[in-house]
């Protein structure tokens, strides 16, 4: 979902096929509680209110660009 921030919001469904070792109710949980602590945002689809629409929220792309700031930081001597 950071690779692809700037497009369209993915359907909610969509997301379980990017944790293909777990199970589908685990991911439905993980899913969820990414939605509830703030990572990720709900919308209702304008086109089918079936769907859920999800996106990334602004605490959560900072904290995975955070993350690889750090983790190239740290190893951007490795192999000199």
């Not at 692809?4 to 685990?26: F, V």
């Not at 209110?49 to 996106?55: N, P, Q, Y």
């Amino acid at each position: 979902m950071w690779l692809t921030r700037n497009e369209s919001a993915k359907a909610k469904t969509d997301l379980y096929d990017l944790m293909p070792n777990i199970s589908r109710r685990t991911a439905v949980k993980y899913v969820q509680n990414a939605i509830d602590q703030g990572m990720l945002a709900e919308h209702e689809c304008e086109t089918d209110k079936r769907i859920r629409l999800v996106t990334l929220t602004a605490p959560a792309l900072a904290k995975v660009e955070r993350f690889l700031d750090h983790a190239c930081a740290s190893f951007s001597e490795v192999g000199r």
